[in-house]
């Protein structure tokens, strides 16, 4: 097993997040190598000083520019956004996630159940939904005016046309096309994505790259029961298999802090 001191740890988390030893990418496509260097770009709609996405990416990115993210997400197509926690992820990991997203939908017994619940409360509107989106290019929730609407209680929208674009999205029939004041403009997902990434990669392909995705996120994780992974179809009952092939593979290594 591999021994290292405390700085050296942190030293590696740190730049394992691109924050460490300063600023290394610059401009277009410096953002796009800190977005793979970081493996998640939280994406968050409040804007105070400035948003969230922006203010990790400036610091991450010398001559970066408010929204350079979204070239590379929505016009190179480089990326693209999902999850109930909203993160930008490489467009390469698609296959992945969309058998992640196809769990969530066929209701697997660990994931979160409000997708498939949320199929069975709002069937109508998901079906109007998905025939307009075949007739039209994109579509935004602000195109249905809220008094024509079904008006629900929910964070996630106030109208039953908001739910169901949100669930379509979420279980990969549509993608976002582009945003208009941070709101998603939605478009099938054939319209966004690169045909040969449009499939499923196997599960047990997919549970090996959550696991990879865990421990390269952190820089240094003990893949605890709370994690991400846990969630998204993976039962914790698998992690020593799972652990120990990524380990013979040389995908990721033990290793002990000192002190």
């Avoid at 968050?44 to 203010?55: G, K, N, V, Y």
């Avoid at 609407?149 to 039953?160: A, E, I, L, N, P």
């Avoid at 998603?184 to 959550?210: G, K, M, N, Q």
Wanted: aromatic share 10%.
């Amino acid at each position: 097993m591999l021994t290292i001191d405390r700085d050296t740890a942190r030293r590696f988390i740190l730049g394992k997040q691109g924050l460490w030893p300063g600023r290394r990418f610059r401009g277009l496509e410096g953002t796009e190598q800190a977005l793979r260097q970081m493996e998640y770009l939280q994406l968050d709609p409040l804007q105070i000083i400035a948003r969230s996405q922006d203010i990790t990416l400036h610091s991450r990115v010398l001559d970066y520019t408010p929204a350079l993210w979204e070239t590379a997400a929505y016009e190179q197509r480089s990326f693209f956004d999902w999850g109930g926690w909203l993160a930008l992820r490489p467009m390469d990991e698609l296959p992945y996630w969309r058998a992640i997203m196809h769990r969530e939908r066929d209701g697997h017994p660990d994931c979160d159940g409000r997708t498939r619940k949320s199929a069975q409360d709002h069937a109508e509107a998901i079906d109007e939904m998905r025939a307009i989106l075949r007739e039209q290019e994109t579509v935004s929730n602000r195109d249905f005016a809220t008094a024509s609407r079904k008006r629900t209680q929910s964070y996630r929208g106030r109208k039953d046309s908001s739910l169901a674009l949100y669930y379509l999205w979420r279980t990969g029939e549509v993608m976002t096309h582009h945003r208009e004041n941070f709101e998603r403009v939605y478009a099938l997902t054939e319209a966004v994505a690169p045909a040969h990434l449009i499939r499923e990669a196997s599960p047990a392909d997919v549970d090996r790259f959550l696991f990879a995705k865990e421990v390269s996120f952190w820089g240094l994780s003990r893949l605890q029961r709370t994690q991400d992974a846990y969630f998204r179809g993976v039962p914790f009952s698998q992690k020593a298999d799972l652990v120990q092939a990524l380990l013979d593979d040389g995908v990721i290594v033990e290793l002990k802090v000192e002190g």
